[in-house]
């Protein structure tokens, strides 16, 4: 079955330590994206890719880091930089660049004390 | 720039019965693609339905449909026969002028009673 995986489901982190969040998709896609989520909000960009070795800051990307080096993987790095970094992550996937649906990984719940 | 506005925090409907979610949107591009998502309490985001910015016809797949009214910058979600299985957020949803991601509206929490 196609479709994206997000690793793990729930992840639980002492404040000042990095974390990668893991995103695989075996759909093809050019384009990935991540987005985090806040209760009772809606998705923010993090960062963006839209094809290999390549990737552009989205909205609030100041204490996050990506890499693209394979077609199927962009991880995300929360760093210690990150103020806030307790949230929802979604990772997502679209054929290539411009308006399409975007597919969405299950999430990352990131809880960092 | 870009936005979405989802001014009903929260929606109650019965089964069986047809709800409107109320999506308007700011947008200075002649061309544009709106969506929208449902999110379960389970959290994944699941595409619902998208319509054109010069698409004619009101989208419509199954029980949903886009009521479009591009004049009022409006893009409304209709479900039709509500389900338990309903329940959950509702996001609306625009691309950015730059067509690299999108940009979500606050959402609306759907539920439905039996």
């Known amino acids: 079955d196609g479709g994206i995986t997000q690793s793990p489901k729930y992840l639980f982190r002492k404040e000042g330590q990095n974390v990668t969040l893991s995103c695989e998709q075996n759909?093809?896609?050019?384009?990935m994206y991540w987005y985090r989520q806040d209760p009772g909000q809606g998705l923010r960009l993090i960062y963006y890719?839209?094809?290999?070795?390549?990737?552009q800051k989205g909205d609030i990307a100041e204490g996050y880091s990506v890499s693209r080096e394979k077609k199927e993987s962009f991880p995300l790095t929360v760093t210690s930089a990150q103020k806030n970094p307790t949230a929802f992550y979604l990772c997502?996937?679209?054929?290539?660049?411009?308006?399409?649906?975007?597919?969405f990984g299950p999430g990352t719940r990131l809880t960092v004390t | 720039a870009q936005k979405i506005t989802q001014t009903q925090p929260g929606m109650f409907v019965q089964e069986k019965e047809a709800v409107t979610l109320d999506c308007t949107y700011d947008?200075?591009?002649?061309?544009?693609?709106l969506f929208w998502y449902k999110q379960p309490s389970s959290g994944e985001m699941i595409f619902l339905i998208y319509?054109?910015?010069?698409?004619?016809q009101n989208a419509t797949e199954g029980r949903y449909s886009l009521n479009f009214q591009k004049a009022r910058k409006s893009a409304n979600l209709v479900i039709s026969a509500s389900q338990l299985g309903d329940s959950a957020m509702y996001f609306c949803?625009?691309?950015?002028?730059?067509?690299?991601?999108?940009?979500f509206g606050k959402g609306t929490t759907l539920s439905v009673s039996s």
């Open positions: 947008t200075s591009d002649p061309s544009y693609g």
């Open positions: 890719s839209q094809i290999v070795n390549d990737f």
């Open positions: 949803a625009i691309f950015n002028q730059a067509g690299t991601a999108l940009i």
């Open positions: 319509q054109g910015s010069y698409d004619q």
């Open positions: 759909l093809n896609h050019d384009a």
């Open positions: 997502a996937s679209s054929p290539r660049q411009g308006i399409h649906e975007q597919y």
